[in-house]
């Protein structure tokens, strides 16, 4: 994987060993949203190492916003992309 630059629009969602039991629903409503949205151009959504964050499971960065974001369930991916993608 290259290295991504602060300020590009990936969406990246942790696949370490605790992350990846709970991670699904997250990325499918990542995925959902995007494609609703019409930014499928625009955001991307990739795989990260375990960020060593795992009692906060599911863990999601932000590239574009430089964030982290820890216990990422759907409720809370979907206030996340009101408030740092669909601007």
Do not use: W
Request: glycine share 6%.
């Amino acid at each position: 994987m290259s290295k991504v630059k602060k300020g590009e629009n990936t969406i990246f969602i942790c696949e370490g060993k605790k992350c990846c039991r709970y991670n699904e629903e997250t990325k499918s409503c990542f995925k959902e949203l995007i494609e609703e949205k019409g930014l499928e151009g625009g955001y991307s959504i990739c795989k990260m190492k375990c960020q060593g964050m795992c009692k906060k499971a599911p863990v999601v960065y932000l590239s574009a916003h430089d964030k982290y974001k820890k216990e990422v369930c759907k409720k809370k991916a979907k206030k996340i992309f009101e408030k740092y993608i669909e601007i």
